[in-house]
């Protein structure tokens, strides 16, 4: 092969030096192509994440609210229900007063009745979910009826079952005749309500903490949280 004169290894060298242009511009736009999609993973990853997280908050809303709702049911079913038959028919025997009935279980029955409803509009969001999770909006449906809250924790007294026990036999004796049932076990469950709203608030701020501003629900998280 005939070497190559002056001019024409100029050209040559030009031609390399484009050539590795090329290849160093190529392997540049491939490090940023590399680079986005590594970002934009790191994103879709954090957003998983987060996603994730709020999900598993609010089924920790739902199964803690079955868990208060189930104590509740035990509360009518095994102790306001019986004790309400024996306290208003004549054959009370000195149980409990209709007044110290009333002291001792204060709101649980509309309170009950209340948490059924909520209960069921919280799954409902829920179960809606990849969609729209509006919880904050389920709150606002229903915070005007927790304000009867504020009357049952004035009233409430977490001794006054053990008092009644103390100083009338009969109430002591019927648990005595009802061997499933104790008196600290209802004293256990009457405080629930009482711990209920702090709790709200606690998985509220965590909601929030874990919704985007853009979300449909996160000003509806925080007029719940105002509420509450």
């Not at 060298?13 to 392997?27: G, P, S």
């Not at 997280?53 to 509740?72: H, K, Y």
């Not at 209709?98 to 069921?120: C, K, M, R």
């Not at 179960?127 to 409430?156: E, R, T």
């Amino acid at each position: 092969m005939k070497p190559l004169d002056t001019d024409g290894e100029e050209v040559w060298k030009k031609f390399m030096d484009a050539v590795l242009f090329v290849q160093k511009c190529l392997k540049a736009k491939k490090m940023l192509w590399m680079a986005h999609e590594l970002a934009k993973k790191f994103r879709e990853d954090k957003e998983y994440l987060t996603e994730r997280n709020r999900v598993r908050v609010l089924q920790e809303v739902v199964s803690t609210e079955t868990s208060f709702v189930n104590g509740l049911n035990s509360i009518m079913v095994d102790y306001h229900a019986p004790l309400q038959k024996l306290v208003f028919q004549e054959s009370n025997a000195g149980i409990l007063t209709p007044e110290e009935f009333n002291q001792l279980f204060g709101q649980i029955a509309p309170i009950h009745s209340f948490h059924l409803t909520f209960l069921e509009l919280m799954k409902r969001e829920v179960d809606n979910w990849p969609g729209p999770v509006q919880m904050g909006l389920a709150f606002n449906k229903c915070y005007q009826f927790l304000k009867i809250y504020a009357d049952h924790i004035k009233s409430f007294d977490s001794g006054y079952a053990t008092t009644l026990a103390v100083n009338k036999p009969a109430f002591a004796n019927w648990f005595t005749h009802n061997p499933n049932l104790s008196l600290n076990d209802l004293n256990s469950k009457l405080i629930t309500p009482v711990q209920r709203i702090p709790r709200y608030e606690l998985l509220l701020r965590e909601i929030i903490k874990l919704t985007d501003p853009d979300y449909v629900d996160f000003n509806d998280l925080h007029t719940a949280m105002a509420h509450i």
